[in-house]
C-alpha cells in the first residue's frame, strides 16, 4: 500500500493562511495527503493484483532495510532473466511496491513504467501497473503526468478501476488548481458510482473539492459523514462560517478543541473560534479569545496571526497606541509577505489615526530609496507626505513614480494626489491636467468619478462655471450609473454650476433628479436649498418657499386633525432645522395651543427653548425648559430640559441659580448619564462664583466617584487652584496634592515665589522653587523659564561649574526658546572663568556663528581672541581679531581692534604686521596718539630715526592735546630733534608739553627742558 504524509501534518504546516480562511494554498498539501492515503485503501480494497513472492524458487535473501540495495542486489538476477517471463514481471511488480511503499517513488515508477508496457494478457494486471505509476506520478508532485496516467486507466483501463481513476483525475486536476475540471470529474464519479458518496475514505477528498469551488453546503454533505476525522471536523466548521452559521461553526471548533487535546487541531480549533467572532465583528469576545489563546498555546504557531488580529481589535476600538505596541515587534520579523503587508498596513493606519503621519514617513523612507522601494510604498509615502502639507515633496515622488512604472490601480491614486499637491501649490492649471489623465487614461472607474469631482470643485473655487457645466458634465454624463451614483456630489457641483450661469429651470430639474438620487447625502440639505433659491430666482417665490416647508405642505394636504398637528409640529421643526427660529416659535407655540393634550407638547415646549437658545434669548429659553420639566416632570426630554436649563444658566454667570438648578437635577436624576457633568458643573458653579471653599469638596467629591474619568486631571487642576485661592500654604499645598498630578497653578505659584525670590537676589531661594518646577512639572510652559532662570542664580553666585552644566541641559532640552541666545554666551563665560578657555572660545565663535545680529555677538567675538591668549595660542587669537574687524562696522569699535591687534602682532615680534595695523587707525580716532606713540617706539627699537620722528610729527597738531601718549610722543620728538641740533624745533615742541602736560613729572622734565634750551639759544 501507499505510504504518504499524514494529511494532519499538512494542515498544520499550510494553516497560517487565517484570513476568512483562504485555503487556496495550504488545502493542495492537504489534498495531496488525504488523496493518496484514499487511493491506497481504495486500491487494497479492491482487490487489486499482490505479487507473491516465491521463496522456493529464487535463493536470494532480503535482510538489509535498505530495499534499494536489495533492489540493486535483484535487478542483475533479472535483467538475465526474459523480460516477457511472468516469473520475472512478479518479481518486479514486487521490487516495484516494495519501494513504492518505503516512498522510493521514482525508482518505483521507472520500474512500473516498464511494467505498464508489458505485453499482459491481464488487463487488470496491467491496469494495477497503469495504477500504481499514476500514484508514484502524484506523489512527486507530477500533478499533469499522474492526470494523463489517471486518464489513460479511465479510458482503457480495467472496468474495476475507472472510479478510483476518475477520482485521482479530480484530485490532480484540483492540485494543479483546475477547479472547473476538478469539480466535473467529481460530478462524473457520483453520477457513476453513488455508492462514493458514503464511502469513508473519500468523504475528504470529495468535500474538499467542493469546498474549494466554495460550494460549502455540498461539501458539508461529505464531511460532516465522518466528523471523528479532525479534517472533517475542521472544515466542516470552516464550510458552516462561510454559509453565516457562526453557532454551528464555533460548536464544531469547540468540539475540535476538546476532542484532540494537545495536538495541533486542538490549537486551531481555538484559533478559528476567536476568528469566527473576528469575522462576526463581535471585537470584544474575539478580543478575549485571543488572549486566551496566546495564554494557552504560547508557543503556538499561529503567534503572529494572534498578535495581528488582536491589533486589528484594537484599531475596531480605536486603540491606536496598543495597535502600534503589539505590532512593532512583528515589523522586524520575516513574516509572511501577505501578513508583512497587512501588519505594515495597521501599523501605517494608527499611526495617521494618531496624528503620528511623521512616523509612517520615517518608517516608509527607512525602507530604503524610492527606486528600491515597492510603489505601494512609495504611494503610501506620497499619501502622508500630502497629509503633511509637504506638496513639493509628495510632487517629486509622485513625478518620479509616474516616470518609472505603470499599475492599474496605483496610478490613477498617484495621478489624482499629483493633481490634488498641485493644487494647495497653487497650480490650478497642473492640477486639472491630472485629473484630466485620469478621466482620459481610465475611462469610466471610481477614479475616473473621483479626478471628475476634483475638478469640478476646482472649477467652482474657480469659478469657472461654464468649463464646469459643459467639460465635466460631458465627461461624467459618460460614466456608468452606477459609479455616478456612488458619487452624487458631483452632479450637485454640476447643478450648482447651472445655478450660478442663471441656468435655473435647468437647476431645478438637476436639483429634483439629486434629491431622488441621493435623498441623504451631505449635500443633501444644500440641495433644497438650492432648489428654492433657483425657484425663487425663476419668479417662483412661493414655490421656493413651499419647498424649504415641504413636510408641512404634504400635512395640510391630508386634512386630518392628527395629520395637521403632525404637520404643524414638522413644519416648526423644519422651520428649526433651516435655523428659521422665529417661524419655528410661532409654528411651535400654535401646536400647544390647538393642540394641547397632545403626547408631543413636551417635545413642542423643548424645541421652543431650543429655539430661543439659539436666537440667544437665553433667559426666556430658562423658563420654557422650567416650565416644560415642572408640568412633564416624567417625560423623556425633562431630564434634558432640567440641564439645559442649569447649563445655561451657568453660561449666563448666574452662578446662584445655576448651583440651585444643578442641585435639583442631582436629586431628581441620580441615575442620569449627564450626572457626571452636573456634579462637575455643580464644582464649576462655586468656583466661578470665587466660592473656593464650596468648590473644594465638590471637587473632590468628583475624584473620589470618579477617579479614572478624562476629566480627572482638570478637576485636579481646578481643585489645587482652589487651595491656592484659599491661602493654603506651601507645605499643605504639598501635603494635599500628594499623589494627584500637579497642576499648572502650583507651576504657577513656584514661579511667582522663585522669581520674587530672584528679584530680590536670594538666588539660593529661588533654586528650590526653579528646580521644584523642573522635577514635579517638567512638561508646564514654565519649564524652560525655570530652566533658565535657574542657571541664571548659579551663574550669579559664581558657581561656574555647576551654572555651565544647568545651561549646557537648557541648551538640550529648549534648543529654540528666546533665552538660548543668552544661555550660549553665559555658557562661554562659565568655561572661561572655570580656565577652560579651549572650550570657552569654541563656545564663543558657536555663538557668533549661530547668532550674528545678538546685542551679544560683538562681546562673544571680543572674548574669543582673549580666551585664545589666555592659552598663549597667539596665532588663533590673532585670526580671531581680524575675523571681529571684518563684522565690526563701528568705526570707534574697528580702531579699537586695530589698536588691540597691533599691540597682539607687536608684542608677538611681528613688528611689520603691527606698523601696518597702527597705520590704519585714522587721525580723528581716539586711539590716535596711543597709535603713533607706538608706532614711534617700534621705530625706536628698530633704529629709524626719521620714520619715529616722523610718526612723533603727526601728533603735533591733533588733540586732545593733554593726552599722555601725545605727551610722551613729543616729548620724546624733542630729544630727538636735540640729537638733530634742531634746537628751535625741540624749544617749540617742549613749549607745548609745558602747556598741556598734566602729568607732573612730564611737565617739570619739560620746563627743565626749556629752561636748559633757552640758556643754549641766549648765548
Given at each position: 500500500?501507499?505510504?504518504?504524509?499524514?494529511?494532519?501534518?499538512?494542515?498544520?504546516?499550510?494553516?497560517?493562511?487565517?484570513?476568512?480562511?483562504?485555503?487556496?494554498?495550504?488545502?493542495?498539501?492537504?489534498?495531496?495527503?488525504?488523496?493518496?492515503?484514499?487511493?491506497?485503501?481504495?486500491?487494497?480494497?479492491?482487490?487489486?493484483?499482490?505479487?507473491?513472492?516465491?521463496?522456493?524458487?529464487?535463493?536470494?535473501?532480503?535482510?538489509?532495510?535498505?530495499?534499494?540495495?536489495?533492489?540493486?542486489?535483484?535487478?542483475?538476477?533479472?535483467?538475465?532473466?526474459?523480460?516477457?517471463?511472468?516469473?520475472?514481471?512478479?518479481?518486479?511488480?514486487?521490487?516495484?511496491?516494495?519501494?513504492?511503499?518505503?516512498?522510493?517513488?521514482?525508482?518505483?515508477?521507472?520500474?512500473?513504467?516498464?511494467?505498464?508496457?508489458?505485453?499482459?494478457?491481464?488487463?487488470?494486471?496491467?491496469?494495477?501497473?497503469?495504477?500504481?505509476?499514476?500514484?508514484?506520478?502524484?506523489?512527486?508532485?507530477?500533478?499533469?503526468?499522474?492526470?494523463?496516467?489517471?486518464?489513460?486507466?479511465?479510458?482503457?483501463?480495467?472496468?474495476?478501476?475507472?472510479?478510483?481513476?476518475?477520482?485521482?483525475?479530480?484530485?490532480?486536476?484540483?492540485?494543479?488548481?483546475?477547479?472547473?475540471?476538478?469539480?466535473?470529474?467529481?460530478?462524473?464519479?457520483?453520477?457513476?458510482?453513488?455508492?462514493?458518496?458514503?464511502?469513508?475514505?473519500?468523504?475528504?477528498?470529495?468535500?474538499?473539492?467542493?469546498?474549494?469551488?466554495?460550494?460549502?453546503?455540498?461539501?458539508?454533505?461529505?464531511?460532516?459523514?465522518?466528523?471523528?476525522?479532525?479534517?472533517?471536523?475542521?472544515?466542516?466548521?470552516?464550510?458552516?462560517?462561510?454559509?453565516?452559521?457562526?453557532?454551528?461553526?464555533?460548536?464544531?471548533?469547540?468540539?475540535?478543541?476538546?476532542?484532540?487535546?494537545?495536538?495541533?487541531?486542538?490549537?486551531?480549533?481555538?484559533?478559528?473560534?476567536?476568528?469566527?467572532?473576528?469575522?462576526?465583528?463581535?471585537?470584544?469576545?474575539?478580543?478575549?479569545?485571543?488572549?486566551?489563546?496566546?495564554?494557552?498555546?504560547?508557543?503556538?504557531?499561529?503567534?503572529?496571526?494572534?498578535?495581528?488580529?488582536?491589533?486589528?481589535?484594537?484599531?475596531?476600538?480605536?486603540?491606536?497606541?496598543?495597535?502600534?505596541?503589539?505590532?512593532?515587534?512583528?515589523?522586524?520579523?520575516?513574516?509572511?509577505?501577505?501578513?508583512?503587508?497587512?501588519?505594515?498596513?495597521?501599523?501605517?493606519?494608527?499611526?495617521?489615526?494618531?496624528?503620528?503621519?511623521?512616523?509612517?514617513?520615517?518608517?516608509?523612507?527607512?525602507?530604503?530609496?524610492?527606486?528600491?522601494?515597492?510603489?505601494?510604498?512609495?504611494?503610501?509615502?506620497?499619501?502622508?507626505?500630502?497629509?503633511?502639507?509637504?506638496?513639493?515633496?509628495?510632487?517629486?515622488?509622485?513625478?518620479?513614480?509616474?516616470?518609472?512604472?505603470?499599475?492599474?490601480?496605483?496610478?490613477?491614486?498617484?495621478?489624482?494626489?499629483?493633481?490634488?499637491?498641485?493644487?494647495?501649490?497653487?497650480?490650478?492649471?497642473?492640477?486639472?491636467?491630472?485629473?484630466?489623465?485620469?478621466?482620459?487614461?481610465?475611462?469610466?472607474?471610481?477614479?475616473?468619478?473621483?479626478?471628475?469631482?476634483?475638478?469640478?470643485?476646482?472649477?467652482?473655487?474657480?469659478?469657472?462655471?461654464?468649463?464646469?457645466?459643459?467639460?465635466?458634465?460631458?465627461?461624467?454624463?459618460?460614466?456608468?450609473?452606477?459609479?455616478?451614483?456612488?458619487?452624487?456630489?458631483?452632479?450637485?457641483?454640476?447643478?450648482?454650476?447651472?445655478?450660478?450661469?442663471?441656468?435655473?429651470?435647468?437647476?431645478?430639474?438637476?436639483?429634483?433628479?439629486?434629491?431622488?438620487?441621493?435623498?441623504?447625502?451631505?449635500?443633501?440639505?444644500?440641495?433644497?436649498?438650492?432648489?428654492?433659491?433657483?425657484?425663487?430666482?425663476?419668479?417662483?417665490?412661493?414655490?421656493?418657499?413651499?419647498?424649504?416647508?415641504?413636510?408641512?405642505?404634504?400635512?395640510?394636504?391630508?386634512?386630518?386633525?392628527?395629520?395637521?398637528?403632525?404637520?404643524?409640529?414638522?413644519?416648526?421643526?423644519?422651520?428649526?432645522?433651516?435655523?428659521?427660529?422665529?417661524?419655528?416659535?410661532?409654528?411651535?407655540?400654535?401646536?400647544q395651543k390647538e393642540f394641547p393634550q397632545d403626547t408631543r407638547v413636551p417635545q413642542a415646549m423643548y424645541q421652543e427653548a431650543q429655539s430661543l437658545y439659539r436666537l440667544e434669548y437665553y433667559k426666556d429659553s430658562v423658563d420654557v425648559w422650567d416650565s416644560m420639566a415642572k408640568n412633564y416632570?416624567?417625560?423623556?426630554?425633562?431630564?434634558?430640559?432640567?440641564?439645559?436649563?442649569?447649563?445655561?444658566?451657568?453660561?449666563?454667570?448666574?452662578?446662584?441659580?445655576?448651583?440651585?438648578?444643578?442641585?435639583?437635577?442631582?436629586?431628581?436624576?441620580?441615575?442620569?448619564?449627564?450626572?457626571?457633568?452636573?456634579?462637575?458643573?455643580?464644582?464649576?458653579?462655586?468656583?466661578?462664583?470665587?466660592?473656593?471653599?464650596?468648590?473644594?469638596?465638590?471637587?473632590?467629591?468628583?475624584?473620589?466617584?470618579?477617579?479614572?474619568?478624562?476629566?480627572?486631571?482638570?478637576?485636579?487642576?481646578?481643585?489645587?487652584?482652589?487651595?491656592?485661592?484659599?491661602?493654603?500654604?506651601?507645605?499643605?499645598?504639598?501635603?494635599?496634592?500628594?499623589?494627584?498630578?500637579?497642576?499648572?497653578?502650583?507651576?504657577?505659584?513656584?514661579?511667582?515665589?522663585?522669581?520674587?525670590?530672584?528679584?530680590?537676589?536670594?538666588?539660593?531661594?529661588?533654586?528650590?522653587?526653579?528646580?521644584?518646577?523642573?522635577?514635579?512639572?517638567?512638561?508646564?510652559?514654565?519649564?524652560?523659564?525655570?530652566?533658565?532662570?535657574?542657571?541664571?542664580?548659579?551663574?550669579?553666585?559664581?558657581?561656574?561649574?555647576?551654572?555651565?552644566?544647568?545651561?549646557?541641559?537648557?541648551?538640550?532640552?529648549?534648543?529654540?526658546?528666546?533665552?538660548?541666545?543668552?544661555?550660549?554666551?553665559?555658557?562661554?563665560?562659565?568655561?572661561?572663568?572655570?580656565?577652560?578657555?579651549?572650550?570657552?572660545?569654541?563656545?564663543?565663535?558657536?555663538?557668533?556663528?549661530?547668532?550674528?545680529?545678538?546685542?551679544?555677538?560683538?562681546?562673544?567675538?571680543?572674548?574669543?581672541?582673549?580666551?585664545?591668549?589666555?592659552?598663549?595660542?597667539?596665532?588663533?587669537?590673532?585670526?580671531?581679531?581680524?575675523?571681529?574687524?571684518?563684522?565690526?562696522?563701528?568705526?570707534?569699535?574697528?580702531?579699537?581692534?586695530?589698536?588691540?591687534?597691533?599691540?597682539?602682532?607687536?608684542?608677538?615680534?611681528?613688528?611689520?604686521?603691527?606698523?601696518?595695523?597702527?597705520?590704519?587707525?585714522?587721525?580723528?580716532?581716539?586711539?590716535?596718539?596711543?597709535?603713533?606713540?607706538?608706532?614711534?617706539?617700534?621705530?625706536?627699537?628698530?633704529?629709524?630715526?626719521?620714520?619715529?620722528?616722523?610718526?612723533?610729527?603727526?601728533?603735533?597738531?591733533?588733540?586732545?592735546?593733554?593726552?599722555?601718549?601725545?605727551?610722551?610722543?613729543?616729548?620724546?620728538?624733542?630729544?630727538?630733534?636735540?640729537?638733530?641740533?634742531?634746537?628751535?624745533?625741540?624749544?617749540?615742541?617742549?613749549?607745548?608739553?609745558?602747556?598741556?602736560?598734566?602729568?607732573?613729572?612730564?611737565?617739570?622734565?619739560?620746563?627743565?627742558?626749556?629752561?636748559?634750551?633757552?640758556?643754549?639759544?641766549?648765548?
Amino acid at each position: 500500500m501507499l505510504k504518504l504524509n499524514n494529511h494532519k501534518t499538512s494542515v498544520r504546516k499550510k494553516s497560517s493562511h487565517f484570513f476568512d480562511i483562504k485555503v487556496s494554498q495550504a488545502v493542495c498539501v492537504l489534498i495531496l495527503a488525504g488523496f493518496c492515503s484514499i487511493l491506497c485503501s481504495s486500491f487494497a480494497d479492491a482487490g487489486r493484483f499482490r505479487p507473491k513472492r516465491k521463496a522456493n524458487k529464487y535463493s536470494i535473501s532480503y535482510r538489509s532495510n535498505d530495499p534499494k540495495s536489495f533492489h540493486r542486489a535483484l535487478s542483475h538476477y533479472l535483467e538475465q532473466q526474459p523480460p516477457e517471463h511472468m516469473t520475472t514481471i512478479e518479481a518486479r511488480a514486487a521490487v516495484a511496491e516494495m519501494l513504492f511503499q518505503t516512498g522510493n517513488y521514482r525508482e518505483a515508477a521507472q520500474i512500473y513504467l516498464v511494467l505498464s508496457e508489458a505485453p499482459l494478457a491481464d488487463r487488470y494486471r496491467l491496469s494495477s501497473f497503469q495504477y500504481r505509476l499514476a500514484e508514484c506520478y502524484f506523489q512527486m508532485t507530477l500533478y499533469g503526468e499522474a492526470y494523463d496516467q489517471f486518464s489513460r486507466i479511465r479510458q482503457d483501463g480495467h472496468l474495476s478501476l475507472t472510479s478510483e481513476a476518475t477520482l485521482g483525475m479530480a484530485m490532480s486536476a484540483l492540485a494543479q488548481g483546475n477547479r472547473s475540471s476538478a469539480q466535473a470529474h467529481l460530478d462524473i464519479l457520483l453520477l457513476e458510482k453513488k455508492y462514493y458518496k458514503n464511502y469513508p475514505r473519500a468523504l475528504y477528498p470529495l468535500g474538499i473539492m467542493l469546498f474549494q469551488n466554495e460550494q460549502y453546503k455540498r461539501a458539508l454533505g461529505f464531511f460532516e459523514k465522518d466528523l471523528d476525522d479532525p479534517t472533517n471536523l475542521y472544515f466542516a466548521g470552516i464550510s458552516y462560517r462561510r454559509i453565516g452559521n457562526l453557532p454551528k461553526a464555533l460548536s464544531l471548533f469547540q468540539r475540535l478543541t476538546q476532542k484532540f487535546p494537545g495536538t495541533v487541531w486542538s490549537e486551531r480549533g481555538a484559533f478559528e473560534v476567536a476568528e469566527s467572532y473576528f469575522q462576526q465583528q463581535d471585537f470584544q469576545l474575539a478580543y478575549q479569545s485571543y488572549q486566551r489563546w496566546l495564554k494557552e498555546y504560547p508557543n503556538g504557531t499561529l503567534q503572529n496571526e494572534a498578535q495581528f488580529r488582536l491589533a486589528c481589535t484594537d484599531l475596531r476600538r480605536k486603540n491606536y497606541k496598543d495597535v502600534i505596541t503589539r505590532l512593532s515587534p512583528l515589523l522586524k520579523y520575516d513574516l509572511r509577505p501577505e501578513l508583512a503587508e497587512r501588519v505594515r498596513h495597521l501599523v501605517s493606519e494608527s499611526w495617521v489615526e494618531l496624528g503620528e503621519i511623521e512616523k509612517l514617513v520615517s518608517h516608509v523612507r527607512k525602507r530604503g530609496r524610492a527606486r528600491d522601494r515597492a510603489p505601494d510604498e512609495n504611494y503610501q509615502l506620497m499619501w502622508a507626505l500630502t497629509a503633511l502639507n509637504k506638496y513639493p515633496d509628495s510632487l517629486t515622488l509622485a513625478e518620479d513614480s509616474l516616470n518609472v512604472f505603470y499599475d492599474p490601480e496605483l496610478t490613477p491614486k498617484i495621478l489624482l494626489i499629483q493633481g490634488f499637491s498641485n493644487q494647495k501649490e497653487g497650480k490650478t492649471a497642473e492640477a486639472l491636467a491630472a485629473y484630466q489623465t485620469v478621466v482620459d487614461r481610465f475611462p469610466g472607474s471610481a477614479y475616473s468619478a473621483r479626478a471628475l469631482h476634483l475638478m469640478a470643485l476646482s472649477y467652482v473655487r474657480a469659478r469657472r462655471w461654464q468649463e464646469l457645466v459643459t467639460h465635466v458634465y460631458h465627461h461624467w454624463a459618460n460614466l456608468p450609473d452606477d459609479i455616478r451614483f456612488q458619487h452624487p456630489d458631483v452632479e450637485f457641483w454640476i447643478t450648482e454650476g447651472q445655478l450660478s450661469l442663471g441656468n435655473y429651470k435647468i437647476a431645478q430639474r438637476r436639483y429634483q433628479e439629486y434629491l431622488t438620487a441621493a435623498p441623504d447625502q451631505p449635500l443633501t440639505p444644500y440641495a433644497y436649498l438650492g432648489l428654492a433659491v433657483a425657484k425663487a430666482q425663476d419668479n417662483q417665490l412661493e414655490e421656493g418657499l413651499q419647498t424649504l416647508q415641504q413636510f408641512a405642505a404634504i400635512a395640510n394636504q391630508k386634512k386630518r386633525r392628527d395629520w395637521v398637528a403632525l404637520a404643524t409640529l414638522q413644519s416648526a421643526n423644519i422651520n428649526y432645522n433651516q435655523k428659521n427660529y422665529e417661524q419655528a416659535i410661532g409654528f411651535y407655540k400654535t401646536f400647544q395651543k390647538e393642540f394641547p393634550q397632545d403626547t408631543r407638547v413636551p417635545q413642542a415646549m423643548y424645541q421652543e427653548a431650543q429655539s430661543l437658545y439659539r436666537l440667544e434669548y437665553y433667559k426666556d429659553s430658562v423658563d420654557v425648559w422650567d416650565s416644560m420639566a415642572k408640568n412633564y416632570p416624567k417625560h423623556e426630554l425633562t431630564e434634558s430640559a432640567r440641564f439645559q436649563a442649569a447649563r445655561t444658566l451657568f453660561d449666563l454667570g448666574e452662578t446662584t441659580a445655576a448651583v440651585k438648578a444643578f442641585d435639583t437635577f442631582i436629586v431628581k436624576h441620580p441615575h442620569s448619564d449627564r450626572i457626571k457633568e452636573a456634579r462637575l458643573q455643580l464644582a464649576h458653579a462655586y468656583y466661578n462664583a470665587e466660592n473656593y471653599k464650596r468648590a473644594i469638596p465638590k471637587y473632590e467629591e468628583f475624584l473620589a466617584l470618579y477617579p479614572n474619568s478624562e476629566e480627572a486631571v482638570s478637576i485636579q487642576d481646578f481643585l489645587q487652584m482652589s487651595y491656592v485661592k484659599v491661602g493654603k500654604t506651601f507645605e499643605e499645598l504639598e501635603q494635599l496634592t500628594q499623589g494627584q498630578k500637579k497642576s499648572q497653578a502650583l507651576a504657577d505659584l513656584y514661579w511667582e515665589k522663585g522669581a520674587n525670590e530672584y528679584n530680590e537676589k536670594e538666588y539660593e531661594s529661588a533654586l528650590i522653587y526653579f528646580e521644584k518646577i523642573l522635577i514635579d512639572f517638567p512638561a508646564s510652559s514654565l519649564a524652560a523659564q525655570a530652566a533658565f532662570y535657574r542657571a541664571e542664580s548659579l551663574y550669579l553666585m559664581e558657581y561656574y561649574d555647576v551654572a555651565g552644566a544647568a545651561y549646557k541641559n537648557f541648551l538640550a532640552q529648549f534648543p529654540n526658546d528666546g533665552s538660548a541666545s543668552t544661555s550660549l554666551f553665559r555658557l562661554g563665560v562659565c568655561l572661561f572663568n572655570q580656565n577652560r578657555f579651549d572650550e570657552s572660545a569654541i563656545t564663543f565663535e558657536n555663538f557668533v556663528q549661530k547668532y550674528p545680529d545678538d546685542p551679544l555677538a560683538d562681546t562673544a567675538a571680543e572674548n574669543i581672541p582673549m580666551a585664545y591668549a589666555k592659552l598663549g595660542k597667539n596665532s588663533q587669537s590673532a585670526r580671531a581679531y581680524e575675523a571681529l574687524l571684518q563684522r565690526t562696522q563701528d568705526p570707534e569699535r574697528r580702531t579699537s581692534l586695530l589698536l588691540q591687534l597691533a599691540q597682539m602682532k607687536e608684542g608677538s615680534g611681528q613688528a611689520a604686521q603691527a606698523i601696518s595695523y597702527y597705520e590704519k587707525i585714522p587721525l580723528t580716532a581716539t586711539q590716535f596718539p596711543e597709535a603713533r606713540y607706538s608706532l614711534g617706539v617700534i621705530y625706536s627699537r628698530t633704529g629709524q630715526m626719521e620714520k619715529e620722528i616722523q610718526a612723533y610729527e603727526k601728533l603735533l597738531g591733533v588733540g586732545p592735546k593733554d593726552n599722555p601718549y601725545r605727551i610722551s610722543a613729543i616729548s620724546r620728538l624733542a630729544e630727538l630733534y636735540i640729537s638733530q641740533g634742531k634746537v628751535h624745533k625741540a624749544l617749540a615742541v617742549y613749549k607745548d608739553v609745558a602747556k598741556n602736560a598734566t602729568d607732573s613729572t612730564a611737565l617739570a622734565n619739560a620746563k627743565t627742558r626749556l629752561e636748559e634750551l633757552q640758556k643754549v639759544l641766549s648765548q
